[in-house]
């Protein structure tokens, strides 16, 4: 069975920093190559912050542009999303997902794995 297992989420102050790590168990890709972070805060809808394709290419929200990093380590089956300079807003819980396709995985959440989530709060 496939599991996705995010952690490091925690509580920070504005400016600081966290490593959210989203661990695979079971076999996922091939076919689910493209993973992502997603968000969802309190009352808001779910968000994408960022993606990766099995060749490593990237997308960025732009309100995390030049803030987060997304990477991920096939060899240890796990993706990684770095998050610099943390803003309140940027309080949510996080969700790690699995596609077929960057497009599926935007587009077609239904069809995606997800991860439980991890908190992240950021105090000003």
């Known amino acids: 069975q496939v599991r996705l297992v995010e952690s490091g989420g925690g509580s920070v102050e504005a400016g600081g920093s966290l490593r959210l790590t989203c661990v695979v168990s079971g076999r996922i890709y091939p076919p689910y190559n493209s993973l992502g972070w997603f968000r969802q805060a309190p009352g808001k809808d779910r968000e994408e912050v960022a993606a990766?394709?099995?060749?490593?290419?990237?997308t960025y929200a732009d309100s995390v542009k030049d803030r987060f990093t997304i990477t991920r380590d096939n060899a240890q089956l796990s993706l990684y999303l770095q998050m610099n300079d943390l803003k309140p807003n940027d309080s949510a819980q996080y969700y790690c997902?699995?596609?077929?396709?960057?497009?599926?995985?935007?587009?077609?959440?239904?069809?995606?794995?997800w991860g439980q989530g991890t908190q992240v709060t950021v105090s000003s």
């Open positions: 990766i394709d099995g060749d490593g290419a990237t």
């Open positions: 997902a699995a596609a077929r396709s960057q497009w599926l995985l935007i587009n077609r959440p239904d069809t995606n794995i």
